[in-house]
């Protein structure tokens, strides 16, 4: 499966980007999804899963309120909706592909990813 996230860019604070990630060379329909990402000289971090059929989503504590996660099966697509954004949520956005139906926030349950969307949020 292989991955590819677009939507990212430069935003003033306060502003929103949606992100997508769209799956091709396989279905994604059986996979719970999930978006990290990782700042400059800091280490990847979870943000969001959904499970494969787009229930129970799961936010890290720092996005909860302004991010939305949501999927379409049917386009192979998986989102990010991101308002309220932050300077501190700067950072390189990537999308995985999970080996189990609910979604995890360990990213060694993830084994495809794609090559990541820049976010930057100015002040």
């Known amino acids: 499966v292989h991955l590819v996230e677009s939507g990212g860019g430069l935003v003033q604070a306060g502003g929103s980007l949606r992100l997508s990630c769209v799956a091709s060379?396989?279905?994604?329909?059986?996979?719970?999804m999930g978006w990290f990402r990782q700042a400059p000289g800091k280490e990847r971090e979870f943000v969001s899963a959904i499970s494969w059929s787009g229930g129970t989503p799961v936010y890290a504590d720092s996005v909860k309120g302004r991010f939305t996660i949501s999927r379409d099966n049917a386009k192979n697509t998986v989102y990010l909706q991101m308002n309220s954004l932050k300077p501190e949520d700067t950072a390189v956005f990537y999308c995985?592909?999970?080996?189990?139906?609910?979604?995890?926030?360990?990213?060694?349950?993830?084994?495809?990813w794609g090559q990541g969307t820049q976010v930057t949020v100015s002040s």
């Open positions: 060379g396989g279905t994604i329909s059986k996979n719970a």
């Open positions: 995985a592909a999970a080996t189990v139906p609910f979604g995890s926030t360990w990213s060694n349950e993830y084994n495809y």
